[in-house]
């Protein structure tokens, strides 16, 4: 599944350090979250959330780079919140906010945007491939949203960021961000974050073809399995899945040219904490006739629970505004000192 088996950046323990590291993430509401984002991020948030000064925010402003429906993404926010909470994120120890509500994101992307250069965006994968052929009917948005992503992280001087693969290359841009800023102007106010990649789940591809990842935004559902999906569609989906006639391999290596089969064997090991060899081991040899039952049985026993908790939260919408709101409070009074900050820095206020 995953094409790089990247290493997550080592963290350390708090016990350690004198400072907790902090660590920042977002995810998009843009439709349903799906196992890509549970397994490539979010479950990696959960399990910070107890030793670590996290930050989780539902990354509003930038669902906007591409066209939204008004009422859709109102809706989309509380039910990404209450997925994230479903998905075990616990808003008594994690600041948990939605990013158009603290101003300070918004603000201190303007200023990256006056250090970024032209020719470092122009290299990002992401817009090329989300701005396709039609590139120059893409919004500014949408190719400034590395700076954005930037600010989200540094107006909270974040040090770690527990993302996807895909994310990787804005992450590093984030880090020649901070650098340029602390050297343009002197100062030594912005660590270099280090993303957190988990290995085995960092890159979760679509069901239906294994040389794209899953995605929120793909027109079609059976490319995905999401958090809200019942025992019956993630049955369905996954027996839909592409896959090929051939048995398992007992190694990685018969995977090579077998993408969706690769997928597959990934999305098992992720979801039961084993390694793909281990997956192989146990069920090289078999057929999808016997592997396609057992992933099912897996992934329902996992997204099931998230799937009915997150229905019984959406049904007090007040309870989930009420959590934003004091997630809003706790982000703000942490990104207004570093705002603060930046601006003596760049000349804006007395020093
Ligand atoms: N397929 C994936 N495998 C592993 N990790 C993934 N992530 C997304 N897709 C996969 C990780 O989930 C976090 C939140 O992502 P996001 O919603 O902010 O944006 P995205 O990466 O653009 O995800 P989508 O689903 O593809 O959304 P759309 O379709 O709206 O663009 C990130 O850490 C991401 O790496």
Request: aromatic share 6%; glycine share 6%.
């Amino acid at each position: 599944m995953s094409q790089t088996q990247s290493s997550s950046a080592d963290i350390t323990s708090p016990a350690q350090t004198e400072r907790k590291n902090v660590i920042f993430s977002g995810v998009q509401p843009t439709g349903n979250l799906h196992l890509g984002n549970y397994l490539g991020a979010i479950r990696n948030w959960v399990a910070q959330q107890n030793d670590f000064d996290c930050i989780y925010c539902v990354v509003d402003l930038h669902a906007i780079t591409v066209p939204q429906d008004p009422q859709a993404l109102r809706t989309s926010i509380r039910e990404v919140t209450a997925c994230l909470i479903a998905s075990g994120i616990d808003p008594d120890q994690a600041v948990l906010f939605n990013q158009s509500s603290v101003p300070q994101h918004a603000e201190l992307a303007w200023i990256f945007n006056c250090v970024a250069r032209l020719g470092w965006l122009n290299r990002m994968t992401q817009f090329k491939e989300k701005a396709g052929k039609n590139r120059e009917n893409a919004t500014v948005g949408l190719y400034s949203y590395p700076t954005l992503m930037a600010a989200d992280i540094l107006a909270y001087k974040a040090t770690h960021v527990p993302v996807g693969e895909d994310q990787k290359q804005h992450l590093e841009l984030t880090r020649d961000i901070a650098a340029a800023f602390n050297s343009m102007y002197g100062a030594d106010i912005f660590p270099l974050p280090e993303p957190q990649i988990q290995g085995v789940a960092a890159r979760v591809m679509s069901l239906r073809d294994g040389s794209s990842k899953m995605s929120k935004s793909d027109p079609s559902d059976y490319t995905r399995i999401n958090l809200t999906d019942s025992a019956d569609e993630i049955a369905q989906k996954i027996k839909k899945a592409k896959t090929d006639p051939e048995p398992l391999p007992s190694e990685m290596a018969g995977l090579d040219d077998r993408p969706e089969a690769r997928n597959l064997v990934g999305i098992y090991a992720a979801l039961s904490g084993a390694t793909n060899a281990e997956i192989l081991s146990e069920f090289g040899g078999q057929g999808f006739g016997i592997f396609k039952p057992a992933l099912v049985e897996l992934a329902v026993s996992q997204i099931a629970p998230i799937s009915e908790k997150m229905n019984r939260l959406l049904d007090d919408r007040a309870e989930i505004d009420r959590i934003l709101k004091k997630g809003t409070e706790q982000a703000r009074a942490r990104a207004e000192p570093v705002l603060a900050e930046v601006k003596k820095i760049v000349g804006f206020l007395p020093e």
